[in-house]
């Protein structure tokens, strides 16, 4: 089975500190991993996924397969980074599986 | 393209109601989701089409749930009888293939009173 863990329902941070959001995953063969993220008012999109190795809005994750974990993190919060983050797992046959999601709060 | 359509946007009802949610997912997309989100549980897969032919519907939580897709720009899911425990947003999305990324609708707010 697989299964997605994001620790923190809610993470508040304040304006231009660290933020690392964090995900764990369970699946014993080579998963997909992504971020997704939805803004107030807006649709659930991917922020970004692992097998791109990209920096998207300054967001960078990292796949630890020994870990296996797949935080995200960007060194300076902004403001309009506030939002839900959802990290997904997709294992094959199109079965993808969220975490519970993650509320960041930038404080201003 | 407008991206994945779902109606309604918000959905009233009474326990006991039939409720229809629809979706139109994005032209050329072989894979439908329906995904259900609560704060309790975050996002969960319901069940998915590839082709407009149900792949896994293990996710649908009892026999009350159905969904169909009837053709390539169609879907619906259906509650009947709704249950107040059925509130919860209800998201369709598509994709064009294997782990390519998702496109998510608006979702549908259901409130069973």
């Known amino acids: 089975a697989q299964r997605v863990t994001q620790p923190e329902k809610l993470l508040s941070v304040f304006k231009g500190a660290p933020v690392e959001l964090k995900c764990n995953y369970s699946y014993s063969g080579s998963p997909e991993l992504f971020w997704y993220v939805q803004y107030s008012r807006q649709r659930l999109q991917l922020l970004l996924r692992h097998i791109s190795r990209e920096s998207i809005k300054g967001f960078t994750a990292d796949l630890n397969k020994g870990e296996t974990s797949f935080h995200l993190k960007k060194p300076f919060a902004q403001e309009e980074d506030s939002a839900m983050y959802y990290c997904?797992?997709?294992?094959?046959?199109?079965?993808?599986?969220f975490g519970i999601g993650t509320k960041l709060q930038v404080i201003p | 393209d407008a991206g994945v359509i779902q109606s309604p946007r918000h959905e009233v009802t009474e326990m006991g109601q039939e409720v229809t949610l629809r979706c139109k997912p994005i032209s050329g997309h072989d894979y439908l989701f329906w995904y259900r989100q609560t704060m309790m549980r975050g996002l969960e897969l319901l069940i998915y089409?590839?082709?407009?032919?149900?792949?896994?519907d293990s996710g649908m939580p009892e026999d009350r749930f159905s969904a169909k897709m009837p053709n390539a720009s169609f879907s619906t899911l259906k509650i009947q009888p709704s249950e107040p425990r059925d509130s919860a947003v209800y998201f369709c999305?598509?994709?064009?293939?294997?782990?390519?990324?998702?496109?998510f609708g608006s979702g549908t707010q259901l409130s069973v009173l």
């Open positions: 089409f590839n082709n407009n032919v149900p792949i896994d």
């Open positions: 997904a797992l997709d294992g094959g046959y199109q079965k993808v599986t």
């Open positions: 999305a598509s994709n064009r293939g294997w782990r390519e990324k998702l496109f």
